[in-house]
């Protein structure tokens, strides 16, 4: 699984790239692009998106929070 992005919203910022603790989320040609093999799905760019752009599969947003 990987963190769900909207790339009609993603602006390419590059936020979800600089918080994500595994490197499993890039810009690339303008757009964000998730690696599946290293999502935790932590939610931690989603939190960090301004553009909204990201959401976490499922209802679970992130554990423990
Ligand atoms: S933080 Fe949001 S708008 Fe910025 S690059 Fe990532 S997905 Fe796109
Ligand atoms: S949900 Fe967490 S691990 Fe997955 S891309 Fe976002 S910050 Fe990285």
């Known amino acids: ?3 769900l992005i ?3 919203k993603c602006d390419g910022c590059q ?3 600089a918080i994500c603790p595994t490197g499993a989320i890039r810009v690339t040609g ?3 692009v998730a ?3 290293r999502c935790l799905c932590c939610g931690a760019c989603v ?5 909204g752009a990201l959401t ?3 209802e679970d947003m ?3 929070k």
């Open 6 to 8: 909207d790339t009609d």
């Open 30 to 32: 303008g757009k964000a």
């Open 56 to 58: 976490l599969p499922k």
């Open 35 to 37: 690696d599946p093999a």
């Open 62 to 64: 992130g554990n423990g």
């Open 1 to 3: 699984m990987a963190v």
């Open 15 to 17: 936020d979800c790239e």
């Open 47 to 51: 939190r960090e998106c301004l553009a």
